[in-house]
């Protein structure tokens, strides 16, 4: 009885991620103007055209927000690294493979509607493919952390951590997720 619970919680599991990631591949549509109000109401899906048109502009804003907080962010971490001439390449070689990538027209996201008319196996590739992507992008960022850490002084390496671990360790926005430490035990 257990066997077939874990083998149905597994399978409703996959089948729940393989839903729910289809909308990491989800293509943006082209931009349309938007509608005059006498035509809005005229047309049934006019609305929900609408909702998805500011849905693409907030989307651009929150990409240029999210870009000019990590130039902020790179900004702030050189300063307080007090960088010497010499690791100047080294910063800018760790500052260049923090950016994301420039997608190529080809590599644009998936439409749902295409994505909708693949089978399962051929989402499942996709997915996939786009994992492995991910992935050469994390090591490429790694190696470049690896090695401009290892041009740091000491104490710049103890500035870096720190400033590393205030990012990932107690949440990045801001210090809105920063959760109390717990008690020390006598």
């Not at 999210?66 to 050189?78: G, V």
């Not at 390496?157 to 430490?181: C, L």
Request: glycine share 4%; charged share 25%; net charge positive.
């Amino acid at each position: 009885m257990i066997t077939s619970r874990k083998s149905l919680l597994w399978a409703g599991l996959l089948a729940s991620a393989t839903f729910a990631s289809a909308g990491a591949f989800a293509q943006q549509a082209p931009q349309i103007a938007p509608a005059s109000p006498a035509t809005t109401q005229a047309q049934p899906g006019a609305q929900s055209q609408a909702k998805h048109q500011h849905a693409r502009e907030d989307r651009a804003q929150r990409f240029e927000r999210m870009k000019q907080h990590r130039a902020e962010r790179l900004s702030a971490l050189k300063e307080k690294l007090k960088l010497t001439p010499a690791q100047e390449g080294a910063w800018s070689t760790f500052a260049t493979a923090q950016q994301p990538p420039a997608r190529s027209p080809e590599q644009a996201r998936t439409d749902r509607a295409e994505f909708a008319k693949l089978t399962t196996p051929q989402r499942l590739d996709r997915m996939q493919a786009r994992q492995a992507e991910r992935s050469a992008m994390f090591t490429q960022r790694a190696d470049a952390t690896r090695s401009f850490y290892a041009a740091l002084t000491p104490e710049q390496q103890k500035t870096f951590d720190a400033e590393s671990m205030a990012r990932f360790g107690r949440g990045e926005h801001g210090g809105q997720h920063r959760h109390p430490a717990p008690p020390a035990k006598s």
